[in-house]
């Protein structure tokens, strides 16, 4: 299936949930990501539940502390 | 009041923009701006809206310039390590136009002080470097219906957001709450581009001059990412959280909160 990954349309095994896309796409302190599928926020207690489907579009959002 | 020929000069560039003409520049002559932190960020930011004509400019730091800073931190030069930061870049702005009311303010921000310090201005820069920091200011701007512009930065990453009190998405409603110190790499471990903050702090400029001059579209209910490495700007569109603890319907959080700090990264 494809998936819309921060802007970039990619092939993704079918059924895949948020939890192995973020295994898949190496997000970096996946406990501090902001997830955001169709212009929703998840969860993070979500993220094993959300179950994707093809065509979905999926943001992660980073914290970014600096400034100075 | 009518600009001298002076100003009318100074301000030419401005003036000639169809979009912006006398009018927007009585209005940026009018503005009042609160920077908080001159650093990274702040410096460029300030810069820019002195020069621009921002009526009155309020800077927020508590710490002294250092070498370490000087990489990217361009509002202070080599001469002004150890000198109070608030200072330094009061004299950097006065340089570049000495009509601009600066008032220099050498304080960390706190939920004691943070009402009180953006009470006088009409649009507030965070350009702070830590969690409490940022929810702190994007608290008080909401309960304040203020209008500011969120950034980050790191390695050769940036951010921003801009919230404007009615419209769109607060720093909250996407991060929900600071991160436990350490948990998420900081700019003093990681390291950053000095000209990524230029590029950053430079927008965040771009955001309050459009807010005062009331003009384009502001970057709300959405986050400019900008990665360096790859010169990729993105244009995230973000959701607003109903339940948002400050800018929800129901909101948990009345009044400025203070998170604890880790010492190692106690600056702003
Ligand atoms: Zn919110």
Same mark, same amino acid.
């Given at each position: ?17 948020? *939890? ?24 993070? %207690? ?10 979905? *579009? ?7 502390? %600096?400034?100075? | ?29 009018? @503005? ?6 001159? @650093? ?18 309020? +800077? ?40 601009? =009311? ?21 649009? +507030? ?56 110190? =350490? ?86």
């Amino acid at each position: 299936m494809t998936l819309i990954v921060a802007g970039t349309a990619k092939e993704y095994p079918d059924g895949i949930n948020l *939890t192995r896309l973020i295994e898949l796409e190496k997000v970096e302190t996946p406990m501090y990501v902001t997830v955001a599928l169709n212009n929703a926020f998840v969860e993070s %207690g979500g993220f094993e539940t959300a179950v994707l489907k093809d065509g979905d *579009t999926v943001e992660f959002l980073y914290f970014m502390g %600096g400034g100075r | 009041m009518a600009f001298s020929n002076e100003q009318l000069t100074r301000y030419s560039r401005h003036i000639i923009l169809k979009e912006f003409g006398i009018k927007g520049q009585k209005k940026l002559s009018r @503005g009042r701006v609160l920077i908080i932190g001159a @650093g990274g960020l702040g410096s460029p930011a300030a810069l820019y809206l002195a020069a621009a004509g921002v009526g009155c400019i309020g +800077i927020v730091d508590a710490d002294d310039v250092d070498l370490s800073n000087l990489q990217r931190q361009i509002i202070h030069g080599t001469d002004d390590i150890g000198r109070p930061k608030a200072d330094s870049a009061r004299a950097g702005m006065l340089a570049v136009n000495p009509e601009t =009311e600066v008032r220099a303010i050498r304080a960390f921000v706190h939920a004691g002080n943070i009402m009180d310090l953006i009470r006088d201005y009409d649009f +507030i820069i965070d350009g702070t470097d830590n969690f409490p920091a940022k929810f702190l200011i994007n608290d008080a701007c909401v309960l304040a219906g203020k209008a500011f512009s969120h950034a980050g930065i790191l390695r050769f990453n940036g951010q921003l957001t801009t919230y404007v009190p009615g419209l769109g998405a607060c720093y909250r409603c996407i991060f929900k709450e600071p991160p436990p110190p =350490e948990a998420v790499p900081t700019c003093r471990q990681a390291g950053v581009v000095g000209a990524l903050a230029g590029v950053v702090g430079s927008l965040q400029a771009m955001e309050a001059v459009k807010y005062l001059a009331g003009i384009g579209e502001l970057l709300s209910g959405a986050l400019l990412t900008y990665d360096a490495l790859t010169t990729t700007f993105r244009k995230i569109r973000l959701p607003r959280r109903a339940d948002c603890a400050v800018c929800g319907a129901l909101p948990s959080i009345t009044a400025p909160v203070d998170y604890a700090q880790a010492a190692c990264d106690l600056t702003l």
